[in-house]
């Protein structure tokens, strides 16, 4: 059986086509102004990488901040909901997932059958998403994926103001000004949002296998910040960014085995 | 896959006018009492030259990102055809976020005195209540007659509802920023408010409305309200008195301070006419900082 699951997110729309549930090929387009286009080519990306057509699939799920955009889709999952079914696909032990897009970072807790149970989320302030780091790169001067590497060569954090990212912005150039080194503000912007994620998952309680996905997950300075903060090793799969989608294709298999109401 | 392409503006929408003032009919003499007021601020620094405590001429422009620098441009900004040498001031107060940084400062003021105080100066004795709205601050500050600080509450930790928003709303929309105001207004009916005032997402929030078919008058008026009930709460919390007053960057515009009256059911004092050599409430903190100068200065001569 053959479905397919988009999470169309602030920034990119991703999707995955699950073949039996193993994925068969991914799609990413960024958001832009009309996502439902954008998700169209994405959809379309991915059915040519799988070598099949949209008749062929079964059952289409959407899942993100715009699902309500979403083209083809049957029915929709809360983000909440994907994260649980991905991360305990990926790891089956997991019972902590953490989820860190541009604009929103969420804790969520599963059972043994990968349902979620409970959840704190992190929206309306940019503080905890990537979107502080974006901005903490942008006054810095450092590209983006430049920003984890350089944090990693730094001995100590210069303190910044972590509760908003335009008062982060003001305390970077200030530091820039006072000549700390760039390592070591990297390093500030990583623990800061390090412990704001922290404190969320605390609300959870930290099982021993955490989860964390997300664009975010890519990013090895937040990643040895948050393993500090933390205390345990976060379990990162290989395409992070896309496990909202791959939730969402795994809501879809379950759906279309579902009898039609 | 593709970035998609951002449209290079020719124009900087969110760029605000930078302008210099001598007050008309004013001049000084070498026995007057010269004094400064240099307030750095996050997005705008302002200099203020009064001659015996009246104001005599004033210069705003951007702060860079260098603050020593940006008030050495803004002080000399307020001396052109002036006649006058920064050797001439014998007192000089830096003030606003970047206060520690302006370096031919005698001494640092808090902004908040400074606005409190200047204020006083424009409005006259009947001010209590003091918005001071600048770049990232939104400051609420209760002031006796003589425009002294009675308390005062500030946005520490969030920079939701202050000017930075407007700039990025200014660029997206393509709207010069100092039409934002009567733009926004411009609306039959007033829409709620945007559940979301974080500047870092005010271009994602403002997008959707967009998509949504909302007009630009719209996503204006629901953000501008969004941001005036915000300060509202903040004058709430200090307690509000009559008469209140903003000051700083957002006082000129005419969106946040109808929609504030609204929210308070209180009128705010008539701004005075800055366009046309009136006192410009932006310059409040460092006119109240030039004030602050001619008193030091005045005591120290005393001891």
Redesign the interface.
Same mark, same amino acid.
């Given at each position: 059986m053959i479905t397919l699951g988009m999470d169309l997110g602030t920034q990119k729309i991703k999707v995955i086509i699950l073949k039996d549930n193993v994925v068969a090929s991914r799609g990413e387009a960024f958001s832009g102004f009309d996502p439902t286009k954008a998700a169209e080519q994405a959809v379309d990306d991915a059915l040519k990488q799988a070598g099949i057509k949209i008749s062929d699939i079964a059952y289409v799920v959407a899942t993100g901040s715009n699902m309500d955009m979403a083209p083809y889709a049957k029915s929709t999952v809360s983000m909440m909901g994907a994260d649980a079914k991905a991360g305990c696909y990926l790891f089956p032990k997991a019972r902590t997932i953490i989820d860190i897009g541009a604009e929103e970072a969420r804790a969520v807790k599963c059972d043994e059958r990968c349902s979620m149970t409970d959840f704190v989320v992190n929206e309306r302030c940019a503080a905890g998403a990537g979107a502080f780091i974006e901005s903490m790169a942008r006054a810095l001067e450092v590209k983006l994926e430049d920003m984890g590497p350089l944090s990693l060569k730094a001995e100590r954090a210069s303190p910044i103001n972590a509760s908003c990212v335009i008062f982060g912005e003001s305390d970077v150039v200030s530091l820039i000004h006072r000549q700390e080194s760039k390592p070591e503000i990297a390093r500030a912007v990583f623990d800061a949002m390090a412990d704001r994620v922290s404190s969320m998952v605390h609300r959870l309680g930290v099982n021993p296998e955490v989860v964390l996905v997300g664009g975010v997950a890519r990013d090895v300075g937040f990643v040895a910040s948050l393993n500090r903060k933390l205390g345990v090793n976060v379990l990162i799969p290989d395409y992070p960014d896309f496990s909202g989608a791959l939730g969402a294709a795994l809501t879809a298999s379950s759906r279309a085995k579902e009898p039609q109401k | *896959? =593709?970035?998609?392409s951002t449209v290079e503006n020719a124009v900087e929408f969110w760029r605000w006018q930078e302008y210099q003032r001598i007050m008309p009919g004013k001049s000084w003499k070498s026995k007057d009492l010269i004094t400064a007021g240099v307030d750095v601020g &996050?997005v705008g620094s302002k200099a203020a030259i009064m001659v015996n405590g009246e104001a005599y001429s004033w210069g705003i422009i951007r702060t860079g990102?260098? &603050?020593p620098e940006s008030a050495t441009k803004a002080l000399d900004y307020a001396l052109k055809g002036t006649g006058l040498k920064i050797s001439d001031l014998k007192y000089i107060v830096g003030t606003g976020?970047g206060r520690v940084n302006v370096p031919m400062a005698n001494k640092a003021i808090t902004e908040i005195a400074c606005h409190a105080k200047g204020a006083n100066y424009i409005w006259g004795p009947s001010v209590r209540t003091v918005l001071d709205v600048g770049g990232?601050d939104i400051k609420a500050i209760r002031i006796d007659e003589t425009g002294r600080v009675v308390s005062f509450l500030m946005n520490d =930790?969030? $920079?939701a509802g /202050?000017g930075?928003g407007m700039e990025v709303f200014a660029d997206l929309l393509k709207i010069p920023i100092e039409d934002i105001g009567g733009i926004s207004l411009k609306v039959d009916q007033e829409p709620p408010p945007v &559940?979301?005032t974080?500047? $870092?997402?005010a271009k /994602?929030e403002a *997008?959707g409305l967009?998509?949504k078919g909302w007009s630009k008058e719209k996503v204006l008026a629901a953000y501008t309200r969004a941001m005036a009930v915000r300060m509202a709460n903040l004058i709430n919390r200090v307690g509000l008195e009559k008469e209140l007053v903003i000051t700083g960057g957002q006082s000129k515009n005419i969106g946040i301070v109808s929609r504030i009256e609204v929210v308070l059911g209180v009128k705010c004092l008539p701004m005075p006419n800055w366009r046309d050599n009136g006192l410009d409430p932006m310059v409040a903190g460092a006119l109240g900082a030039a004030l602050f100068g001619k008193a030091l200065y005045e005591k120290a001569q005393k001891s």
């Open positions: - | *896959m =593709k970035e998609p &996050s990102s260098n &603050s976020y990232q =930790k969030c $920079a /202050t930075r &559940s979301c974080c500047v $870092a997402f /994602t *997008m967009l998509r």
